[in-house]
């Protein structure tokens, strides 16, 4: 395992984390275009949000993928074998679902990812997005001073019973669906849109 200092918003940075890998592994075979933040403050809608925050949004959670997916993909092409992109949309991008600006970026990441599909199907590679609903024991919806602190159980409860299954979503859901989409057992998946959701989307 490597650790690479990495912004997805800078574009270089995604070069020489691919480059990075290569070195230290001989090949890329998987990239995961996982980061993304929610962008959001308590109690504001829409028109509440500036100039600034709304471009942040999107050079995080859209830019970003396409840095990952464009170095990746001229890497597994230069291999000339395949390889897997998994990008992490979310049910925001398929829904309402949260914050309006939020889910713009995503429903950018789910298109990102069914266009890309079909452009590098020839090449063998292979686009799949995973779209979780709410993960409250992420860091991903506290504020800056609050990341790491246990979250209050009754608001994990309060989570989970959005979902039709009952239960809150976990990072290991995501990661195991990952795995499953990144192996060669889903050889003839590609432009999925993978809800991790307890039915959420389905109702
Ligand atoms: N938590 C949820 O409810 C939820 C729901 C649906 C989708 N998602 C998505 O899941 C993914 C992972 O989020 P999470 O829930 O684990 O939250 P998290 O905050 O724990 O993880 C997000 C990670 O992105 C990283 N990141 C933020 N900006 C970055 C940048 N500029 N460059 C590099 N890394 C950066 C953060 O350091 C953090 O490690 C995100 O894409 C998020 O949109 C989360």
Known sequence: ???????????????????????????????????????????????????????????????????????????????????????????????????VLYGSTKGAVNQLTKGLAVECAKDDIRVNAICPAAMPLTNFSAADDKKFEPVAQDFVDIVASIHPLGRIITAEDCAAAAVYLASDEAKNITGVLLPIDGGYVAQ
């Open 1 to 99: 395992m490597i650790g690479v200092r990495c912004d997805v918003t800078v574009e270089a940075d995604l070069e020489r984390l691919v480059d990075a890998t290569v070195d230290q592994f001989g090949t890329l075979d998987v990239m995961h275009n996982n980061a993304g933040i929610t962008g959001l403050k308590a109690g504001a809608t829409t028109e509440d949000y500036t100039e600034a925050e709304w471009r942040r949004l999107w050079d995080i959670n859209v830019s970003g993928v396409f840095y990952g997916s464009k170095y990746a993909i001229r890497r597994f092409k230069q291999q000339g074998a395949g390889g897997v992109i998994l990008n992490t949309g979310s049910v925001a991008g398929m829904v309402g679902f949260g914050s």
